[in-house]
């Protein structure tokens, strides 16, 4: 269902769900928790393994909720070693951590549901009226170093395994092991770069380019209108 | 400029958003903190690549993770992680770069005036990212600085000595 939706539609959707999440109430949050939880168990995802991908930042938020719990002044709940916890404190603290969590839980559904070109495609579009801004280039830039992710992953695995090698990971001097891992790797990428280069060159590149299509599904009002209600009520609950 | 001139910044320059990206990822074990590659090789866009292309190579890397590729460290993306805790110091790596390509030029393109210029940059993520930090879980100052920044700065300092290291092999390679 959400995978098939035009992803200019999605990403306006995530961007409005969002900006509204940051005045939402506790009873608002709990309510999109269940709206979110809906669309996680319709698209098929395994919320556990999501949890998993974001474990480090879940921590974050732990660790947000115990320092505006202990910051804030207010009615004192307990306290130890001349910190203490108060209510206003619990509260706030909850609220902001639930917050992001959500925001981030919205990121991850865009993000699991639209494939990377289309996303690409979708910042194209967005930015077709803003001045100044080479929209073309800008996609085809981020085409590009999407590419090259997985390429300097491999060389750079590659590197450090060369090192190992030549027993590269006994060298005590911290500089000196940033220098090797990233210099070989740097070089190698660039060469490659050049080549790249020369292959867009040699086969004409220019900025004036197809622009991509877009297949909306045809409920792309219908889920609009109610990310526009959803919004609105996070905002007044 | 001319065509052929730029089409090679524009793939250098996401050639180094790809590194940026890349950097959350790449980490060299030292010590209890793990060095993160990250703001080196935004440092080092800034002075190889110049103001401008610099600027656009750190708004497209943010424009990446702001429309939900996963990009930012840990794997995240989307704008609950630009405007969360740690967004003051990725949206501090804009001023950054063009500060620091700024300096880095300004200075004539040596070894010191990098260093230079790679301090400053530094210093700028922090002034941009310690008062986000602090607004967000409401800190006071002196904690803010503990967590953000404190357990930072030796890594900092070896980090800028190895890039102006490398900005200097690297520059006769790519010959801008």
Redesign the interface.
């Known amino acids: 269902m959400l995978h098939l939706l035009d992803v200019r539609c999605k990403?306006l959707m995530?961007?409005l769900v969002?900006?509204s999440m940051?005045s939402a109430q506790v009873f608002a949050c709990f309510f999109y928790f269940l709206v979110l939880l809906f669309f996680f168990k319709k698209t098929g995802l395994n919320i556990f393994a999501t949890l998993n991908?974001?474990k480090?930042?879940i921590l974050?938020l732990f660790?947000?909720f115990a320092?505006?719990a202990l910051?804030?002044k207010g009615d004192s709940l307990f306290s130890f070693y001349g910190l203490s916890v108060t209510k206003q404190g619990l509260n706030?603290g909850f609220l902001?951590a639930f917050r992001?969590f959500l925001?981030?839980l919205?990121?991850?559904l865009?993000?699991s549901t639209?494939k990377?070109s289309s996303?690409k495609s979708?910042?194209q579009w967005f930015l077709k009226p803003v001045p100044f801004v080479p929209e073309k280039?800008?996609a085809?830039?981020?085409s590009?170093?999407?590419s090259?992710?997985p390429v300097?992953?491999k060389q750079?695995k590659e590197v450090s395994e060369a090192q190992k090698a030549r027993c590269g990971d006994l060298q005590k001097n911290?500089?000196k092991?940033?220098?090797r891992?990233?210099?070989p790797l740097?070089?190698k990428?660039?060469l490659s770069?050049d080549y790249?280069?020369l292959a867009?060159?040699s086969r004409c590149?220019?900025d004036d380019r197809t622009d991509p299509e877009f297949t909306p599904s045809g409920k792309e009002f219908f889920f609009f209108a109610g990310s526009v209600v959803l919004s609105l009520s996070l905002v007044c609950l | 400029m001319n065509n052929s001139k730029q089409l090679k910044m524009t793939v250098y320059t996401s050639l180094f958003v790809a590194f940026i990206a890349i950097g959350a990822f790449i980490s060299i074990p030292i010590g209890p903190v793990p060095i993160v590659l990250q703001n080196m090789f935004v440092l080092l866009a800034a002075i190889i690549l110049g103001p401008v292309w610099g600027l656009a190579c750190v708004a497209i890397y943010l424009l990446i993770g702001l429309a939900g590729l996963p990009v930012f460290a840990g794997g995240t993306s989307g704008i609950g992680k630009l405007f969360g805790p740690t967004g003051g110091y990725l949206l501090g790596y804009l001023p950054c770069v063009f500060v620091t390509a700024g300096i880095s030029k300004g200075l004539g393109k040596k070894m010191s005036s990098d260093i230079i210029a790679m301090v400053i940059g530094s210093l700028i993520i922090y002034a941009a990212g310690v008062p986000w930090l602090k607004v967000v879980t409401a800190m006071t100052y002196g904690k803010a600085l503990a967590v953000g920044m404190y357990p930072f700065l030796i890594g900092d300092v070896l980090k800028i000595i190895a890039a102006a290291f490398i900005a200097k092999t690297l520059r006769p390679v790519i010959k801008l």
Request: aromatic letters at 16%; one cysteine or more.
């Open positions: 990403f995530m961007c969002s900006m940051l991908s974001i480090y930042f974050f660790f947000i320092a505006r910051a804030l706030d902001v992001f925001v981030m919205t990121g991850l865009f993000s639209t990377p996303v979708a910042v280039r800008v085809v830039m981020i590009l170093s999407l090259f992710m300097i992953l750079a911290p500089i092991r940033i220098i891992l990233v210099l740097l070089k990428t660039f770069a790249l280069v867009m060159e590149y220019s």
